[in-house]
């Protein structure tokens, strides 16, 4: 693990606020200030969307950021060069979620060349299961990019193996079915936290449905952090590019309340 990742969970019992925004929706610039937010207000750790065309974890709220951003024209490397223009006034831990098509296209080597360069952590890719992930964890170890292993309540008996592989930190996925907002969250978290315990102390973060301090402050008190998308994206679809105050104000409540779990 790199040093800037492994700051994300770097003294004991810290709880981590994890949240995800699209490149390039509403704009470039835009992205870059509303990272810069987030860091601001507490952030340690920011997830960026490379937008894809068929993004098959993600609800509506993600699925339409990824289409504005897609029409705005917004492509692989536009959001390298977001990354490029975070880190001429930042160091905050930055990771990139899409799915394996664009970074099969963009090449293995080259995209994780540029990971390396331009300082992005971390990878996740939710349609690439983890029995066929060695293909893309190999170049990207080679240059010091975490490729982070999801978890998911069907996971079942494969929970451990995946856990006992894990690089940077697991992504526990909450519920069943893709991104959004749930009014509540159902799943036994505890005993599948408790299974990755069993094998593992790399830090796990819970994400998938989680939007309010309370259930953010519920799943950091099982967990090492929260994760957050959409409801910071609905943000994003509700303001445009005066979105940056909405979302410093949001990922402080929720910064706040992982730290109290």
Known sequence: MNDRLKKV??????????PFLTAGDPSAGSTVEFVLEMERAGADLVE????FSDPTAEGVVIQEANLRALKNGMTTDGAFRIVE???????????FMT??????HYGYERFFDRCRDLGVDALILPDVPFEEKD???????????ALISMIA???ESRIQRIASQAKGFLYVVSSLGVTGTRSEIKTDLKSIVSSIRQVTDIPCAVGFGIST???AREMASISDGAIVGSAIVKLIAQYGEKAA???YNYVKRMKEAVEEA
């Open 135 to 145: 293909e893309i964890e190999k170049p990207a170890e080679e240059r010091g990019v």
């Open 99 to 104: 799915y394996a098509n664009p970074v099969f």
């Open 9 to 18: 969970f770097d003294t004991p019992n810290k709880k981590a606020f994890i």
């Open 213 to 215: 301090p309370d259930q």
């Open 85 to 95: 223009q975070i880190r001429e006034k930042s160091t905050i831990p930055l990771a």
């Open 48 to 51: 960026i969307g490379i937008p």
């Open 153 to 155: 309540p069907t996971s």
């Open 245 to 247: 105050p909405e979302i």
